[in-house]
Structure formats: structure tokens, C-alpha cells
């Protein structure tokens, strides 16, 4: 039971355009929610997270929305840049009351930003 | 310099053999995690610790073993009880102190089981 979902498995934008990657997920209990960068064969980077409090949190190209009803968050990397070209993973935590504050991933799209 | 290391880059085993990954961080993180990674998958918990000498199985953790006898140091033994053991394994580390919690990883190990 996949509890937190990336539909997309790849995406290719233009450079200059803006990237959206989605993602949905079930439980309600998920209080926080991270993404992540990954290059082929090394550990992913923290991009950006938002609390449940919130609906939206930007650090310069990178904006994360949050819609609780919907239970979907998204990326939006504007401007993109072919250096954005990478696996871009989804993350939710939240313990549902067990203490467990360990992250529950997507299965990441592949983002392709075309020179 | 502060960071996550992970040991070595690359391991081969043969089939039936334990082998051990090592994890060391500097960061003065109380939490530490491994995870493990197949191709065209997401990131699956295998085990973390939220403090030394305790630790909490993940939704993968059978044929894997760990020990938290240290702050700086989470290693992860992978047993010939594991049925699929190839694979990138990914070790992460948090401050666990509540609120905003992100979790930084480390380079990664992949391990080839032959």
C-alpha cells in the first residue's frame, strides 16, 4: 500500500519554463513533507519542505504547495535549468502516534530539462 | 567539515555471506536511518534509531540487522537471511528534536550479491 504516490515517472521541460512535479499522498497523519534530489548512484539532497500548517513555502526558484483537502503537494522550479536534471523524490513523515519520525518516499520522477 | 559518510562506495559478496555498511556522522544528529533503494523504486526503511542503544524496525527489516552503540555511528548488517540483497543502500541522520525535522543522507553503498 503505497501511501504516498509520484504518478509521473518522468518529465521533460524546456530550459527557461517552469517544472511541476506532483505528488499525492493517503495518510492524514503526515504532518510534514520533504523533497528530495537525487543523482544516479549518490544520496539524495534536501530541496525544500513544508509543514501541514502551511500551504506554501519558497526558497528562491523552488516553491512547494500543500493542499490538505486534496492530500497532493507540488514542486515548481521556475526558471529550470538543464543542472535541475535529476530524480526528484517525495517525502512524508508522520508517526500517526507510534513516534516513528522516519519519512515515507514516492517513487520519484525523472525530470529532464531540455538546453 | 560536517557530513554523513558512508563505507565503501562499492561491495561485492558472495551469496550466503553477512557483510556489514558502515554509517558515521558528524553532525551531532541524535537520529540515525538506513534505507534501502531498487531500481525504479523510492527510498524504503529498513531500520532507525532515535537515540543510542535503542533502535526501531522499518517495513523492510527482515535479514538485516543494526546497533547504535555510539551517537556518530548506525552500521547495518545485511544477513544471508536477506532474500534479495542487491541493491543502494542509503543512510540518513536527523536532528529528531521535533517540529522541522529534515533528514540529510549519505553518499550511499551499493552492494552486488554474486
Known amino acids: 500500500d503505497q501511501q504516498v504516490k509520484q504518478n509521473s515517472p518522468s518529465l521533460s521541460v524546456q530550459e527557461g519554463r517552469i517544472s511541476i512535479l506532483n505528488c499525492d499522498y493517503t495518510?492524514?497523519?503526515?504532518?510534514?513533507f520533504l523533497w528530495y534530489k537525487k543523482y544516479p548512484a549518490e544520496g539524495p539532497t534536501f530541496l525544500i519542505s513544508i509543514s501541514s500548517i502551511k500551504d506554501k513555502n519558497e526558497d528562491g526558484r523552488f516553491t512547494v504547495f500543500l493542499n490538505k483537502s486534496a492530500k497532493h503537494l507540488s514542486l515548481h522550479i521556475v526558471p529550470s535549468q538543464p543542472g535541475d536534471s535529476a530524480v526528484y523524490f517525495c517525502a512524508a513523515r508522520g508517526d500517526g502516534g507510534t513516534g516513528r519520525r522516519a519519512l515515507t518516499f514516492g517513487s520519484g520522477t525523472r525530470l529532464q530539462v531540455q538546453p | 567539515d560536517g557530513g554523513i559518510t558512508q563505507s565503501p562506495k562499492y561491495l561485492f559478496r558472495k551469496e550466503g555471506q553477512n557483510v556489514t555498511l558502515s554509517c558515521e556522522q558528524n553532525?551531532?544528529?541524535?537520529?540515525m536511518y538506513w534505507y534501502r533503494q531498487d531500481p525504479g523504486q523510492g527510498l524504503r526503511l529498513i531500520y532507525y534509531?532515535?537515540?543510542?542503544?535503542?533502535?526501531q524496525k522499518g517495513d523492510i527489516a527482515e535479514g538485516y540487522s543494526v546497533s547504535r552503540e555510539k551517537k556518530e555511528s548506525f552500521p547495518l548488517t545485511v544477513t544471508s537471511a536477506q532474500k534479495n540483497p542487491t541493491a543502494f543502500y542509503l543512510c540518513a541522520s536527523s536532528i529528531d528534536r521535533g517540529g522541522s525535522d529534515t533528514q540529510y543522507f549519505g553518499p550511499g553503498t551499493r552492494l552486488t550479491v554474486l
Open positions: 495518510n492524514s497523519m503526515f504532518d510534514y
Open positions: 534509531s532515535q537515540i543510542v542503544n535503542d533502535f
Open positions: 553532525l551531532n544528529h541524535d537520529a
